[in-house]
Structure formats: C-alpha cells, structure tokens
C-alpha cells in the first residue's frame, strides 16, 4: 500500500512538475507593450483648418492659423500605483512634417495607467543653446533676448482681423519661450534680467483608466484647443489673461512679460487626453 501512495505521489509531482507549478514565485514577464502618442490639433471642438479665417477668440477677433510648431519635454504615463514611465525625454511637433507628428513609445510595462504629463516647452535647466541638434533652426531663441538660451516653446502663427467693417487683415506671432536680457538688446534699452525669465509650464491631464497588457498596444491622444491660449480660463480670480491681438502694441511678443505671462496661465487649460488599449482591456 505504501508502494502504492509513493508511485502516486511521485506521478502528482511529476505532473505539477511539468505544468510548471511550484511553490516558487513565477518569474517576472520580459515581455511588454507599446503605445502611439497623437496629437489631435483643434479649435473648440473642430478639426483644424489652415489658413481659413474662420476662428474667433474670446476677445472677439476672427483669425487664421497657418504655422504651428512647439516642443514637450519630459512626457510620462502615471499608473494607479503611483508609478511613473517615461515616453520622451525632448519631443518637437511641427504641423507641416508628418514625421514629428506622431511618438512611437516600446517597452511600455504592464499596467493600469490612469494620466499623462508633460512640460510645455523646455524649463531653463533643459533649454540650453544647442542642447538638441534635431530641433530645426527656425525654433532656435534669439541670442538678444537670452544667449544662454535655446528654444521657442511654440510658434502659432496666422492672421487676424483689424477692422471688422473692412475686413483688413495683420499678421500675428503668437510665440511663446523664455527671457534673460544682459542690457545690450536695443528694444529693452538697459534692461538686465538678474535670472532666466521661465514661461514653460506643466501639464497633467487624466483620463479613464487603460489597461496594457503583456504584448499589447495603446494609442494615448493629447487633444490641443488653439483658441484656449486666448481665454481666460478663471474669470473670477481677479487676474485678466484673456489675450486679444488688437489690444498688443506689437506682435513681436518674445519679450512681453504680461504676454508670455497670459499664454502661460491659459496654456494648461488647452489640453485633455484619452488612452485606448488594445489587445488588452480597458476598465
């Protein structure tokens, strides 16, 4: 009888043996998952179309868009644990290359993620002169308004209407970067800015949870509302940010303090996002 309970015991092992159960922890999966990162470009709610003077701004003033182009730094994807994965350290989108237009993201773990944030633009720690070779000249800062600097944020570019009888049109520069004067630049005749003026400011938009699974994919969409640069998204807080062209001396508004500073506060509010999982499942 006991001859008999060891054979069976020895065919039990034998059996959990090789459907790979064991008292030991499974090891961990090296296998991951991956996600594409759009940017889904709009004004209030209606895809974008260039050079169309069709938009109106909270202050009133119909406009066009015809440029845009800007950088993000530090992009990540938050888990419901708490844990942080890094997408892209430093990522350049301009509306007239296809190729900058989309983040292809591997080795994404396996994980409910939960939100997404970003810098807009590059912090002055980041934005030294010639830090990022792959970032086009044309989004090189003037050395007048910061030598030690590198990058615009963005450029949003168009026209705007100046008389709403005529229909005249000007051009607008909505440019956004930093500002560190040393006192040679003629437009700020004497003007020394002790530190780096930093007009870059973070986002952080949630969505509903997605889950990615071992091998599976993820399509995350940031959604960017132009019009909301112009808004004043806090009406009641004593402070006007609402930005209106007509009411600018000059276009050129690089080293506007109040300028930058009002893209700045109304910049947040142009974001939202959405991640949708596949070969996993949402929850």
């Known amino acids: 009888m006991s001859s008999i ?38 004004v209030d709610g209606a895809p974008l179309q260039l050079n169309s003077m069709i938009y109106t701004n909270a202050a009133g003033t119909k406009y066009s868009i015809k440029t845009l182009r800007f950088i993000i730094s530090d992009l990540k994807l938050h888990t419901d644990t708490g844990t942080t994965v890094n997408l892209k350290n430093v990522h350049y989108f301009d509306i007239g290359d296809a190729s900058t237009q989309v983040i292809h993201v591997t080795s994404l773990p396996h994980a409910n993620f939960v939100s997404v944030s970003y810098t807009f633009g590059l912090t002055t720690a980041k934005n030294s002169r010639n830090a990022y070779p792959a970032i086009p000249a044309i989004m090189v800062w003037p050395t007048g308004l910061g030598p030690d600097l590198g990058y615009h944020y963005m450029q949003l570019e168009g026209n705007y209407e100046t008389d709403a009888v005529t229909h005249a049109t000007a051009g607008y520069t909505t440019h956004t970067g930093p500002r560190h004067l040393d006192g040679t630049n003629p437009d700020y005749p004497g003007v020394t800015d002790p530190t780096a003026y930093d007009f870059s400011f973070p ?23 132009l019009n909301d640069w112009y808004l004043d998204h806090l009406p009641g807080d004593g402070k006007d940010t609402q930005y209106d062209f007509k009411a600018l001396s000059n276009q050129m508004i690089m080293g506007d303090l109040d300028a930058q500073g009002k893209l700045q506060t109304n910049g947040p509010g142009c974001f939202s996002a959405t991640l949708v999982a596949h070969g996993g499942h949402d929850h």
């Not at 020895?10 to 998952?33: E, I, Q």
């Not at 986002?203 to 509302?225: C, K, R, W, Y």
């Open 5 to 42: 309970r060891l054979l069976l015991t020895g065919f039990c092992l034998a059996v959990l043996a090789a459907l790979g159960c064991s008292n030991d922890p499974a090891a961990p999966s090296t296998t991951t998952g991956s996600a594409d990162v759009f940017f889904s470009l709009n």
């Open 203 to 225: 986002v952080s938009a949630s969505f509903t949870p997605a889950h990615i699974h071992e091998g599976g994919q993820g399509e995350l969409d940031i959604t960017f509302n």
